[in-house]
């Protein structure tokens, strides 16, 4: 579902600041994001025990950084809770007062923890958006899943989502429980494809190029490769097609993956992202 752009702008969430608990990988992502496409630095601030981490992202954005929640937190409107899902219970029962009075809307990008669990630790009846967006955000070439409980209203939705589009595309699941797939498929995706572009890039030097030939080869390939998938319309079997000529080099290297096995191990691999989504909620109920 897409919002209305206009009904992000008419919210008057649009210009209030964000709090961003936890300023680690992911929240540099979305905060690098943020700022280079317009969100002004004086609206986010950012809590995080690390005192080298704060500096870095006040230096490289511009952002207020705090050791402590409740300062990052007082007069925000929005909070975006970016730690790890194994701190998520401590960190939000530590903020419970204060979402108990300031009534935000609250986002999480935590991967597994249900929206059930999170209005549970903050003391209840509140609006969370679950979004999973991925570290392609900090070049503007994120997508993000979301789901919203029904506290969120119609100008919640639009701003969470005119939020994550300043990092990437957006895609919104009316079930929570599909969350955990957009997890394993798009939130741990680039791992993926940066695993493949090792192994490729180790493939090469193994046939005997230079490191740096291996590295550019491998880079403009993949960024080729995921332009076309993006920008061509055809569908990627038929892309594969078009490079696959018969009995050529390609043909000889899909056949060793097929045979391998790649499709099956790509869903089992999913699968188990998946299932560690559910797993992370229940271990760290
Ligand atoms: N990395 C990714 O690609 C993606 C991650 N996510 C989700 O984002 C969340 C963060 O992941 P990621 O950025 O990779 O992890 P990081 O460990 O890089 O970031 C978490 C940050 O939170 C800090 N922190 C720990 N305790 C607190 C606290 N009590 N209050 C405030 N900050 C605290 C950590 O500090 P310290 O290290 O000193 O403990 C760290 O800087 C996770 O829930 C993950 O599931 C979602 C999508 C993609
Ligand atoms: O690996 C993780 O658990 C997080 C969630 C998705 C990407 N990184």
Redesign the pocket.
Known sequence: MRMAESDAAASPLFDSPIAF???????RSLIGGLTARGTPPERIRV????AD?RAALTRDFGVAAFAH?TDAVAGAVTWVL????Q??R??CTALADEARSARPLVLS???GITAVQLERWLGGDLAIVRT????PALLGAGVTGLYANANVDAAGRAYADALLRSAGDTVWLEAEAQMDAVTAVS?SG?AYVFLLAEAMEAAAVAQGLEADAARTLVQQTVLGAARMLVEDGATPSELRRRVTSPGGTTQAAIEVLEGGGLRTLMGEAIDRATRRGAELAAAND
């Open positions: 608990i936890g300023g680690g990988n992911m929240a809590v995080d025990p690390d981490t929640a970016a730690t790890k899902p701190v998520m401590e960190v990008i935590a991967a999973m967006p991925n570290t939130g680039p």
